[in-house]
């Protein structure tokens, strides 16, 4: 009943004005700390000696926080270092996790770093790849129609400001670009296993961007 409900909302989204989308600026603190941890992340992780953390955009990649608010989910991301909690990621790095964008239940949309400010969200693609979290994805506190029809807007946003972009992912998809030119993880034995955000929210996204022209997402061998 849910993935019927949701494809309905997917088919008028597809439909839906796009023209415009507001966004709120909520920064999460970049201080010199987090440059200086995202700069040694880029070098260590990916071999990549950069002056300012910067990216240049290829992709975006879709994600739920499984946190059920807004506040939760922003501090979550708000701090430069990881918090004791994530011991799981602590070894590759201090540097906390983020994402450019966080979008509300309610469909507001949060911009939490610069858009080319690198943030790690995505392991082996953070260089090349905008983030947009979605506060919720839990069983209760599913992701929204509003939250969708609010994905649908800032991504068309995205693709327009950032022609170069050519993939829209899911989180739980990342592993498929394993071998691909954009991904590089030196180490082969860091990788997470993830669901978000979900496969049915996924394909309501790529139904409502058909028009972006997605490059196809790598097969697993």
């Known amino acids: 009943m849910l993935k019927f409900t949701l494809l ?9 004005s796009c023209k415009s989308v507001t966004i709120v600026d909520k920064p999460i603190v970049f201080d010199q700390e987090r440059e200086a941890l995202s700069l040694e992340y880029m070098s260590k992780r990916y071999g990549l000696e950069k002056d300012k953390a910067i990216i240049s955009p290829k992709m975006i990649v879709v994600h739920w926080t499984a946190i059920p608010s807004l506040e939760q989910s922003y501090n ?10 994530r011991a799981d990621i602590t070894s590759a790095s201090s540097l906390n996790v983020s994402a450019q964008f966080l979008v509300d239940q309610d469909g507001s949309i949060y911009r939490l770093l610069p858009e080319r400010t690198m943030a790690r969200h995505v392991i082996g693609l953070n260089h090349c790849a905008i983030g947009i979290e979605n506060v919720g994805g839990t069983a209760d506190k599913p ?14 946003y995205l693709k327009k400001k950032y022609p170069d972009i050519d993939y829209l992912i ?3 998809e990342y592993t498929l670009f394993e071998g691909h030119p954009l991904w590089l ?4 034995k860091y990788r997470t296993k993830k669901t978000d955000p979900g496969e049915t929210f996924m394909e309501g996204l790529r139904a409502a961007t058909t028009t972006s022209n997605w490059e196809e ?3 697993k061998n």
């Open 217 to 219: 997402i790598p097969v």
């Open 185 to 188: 993880e030196i180490d082969e």
């Open 143 to 156: 992701l929204t129609k509003k939250q969708l029809k609010s994905n649908i807007k800032l991504i068309k």
């Open 170 to 172: 899911g989180h739980y």
């Open 8 to 16: 309905i909302c997917f088919l008028g989204c597809m439909f839906c």
């Open 76 to 85: 979550a991301f708000k701090d430069s270092r990881l918090p004791g909690s």
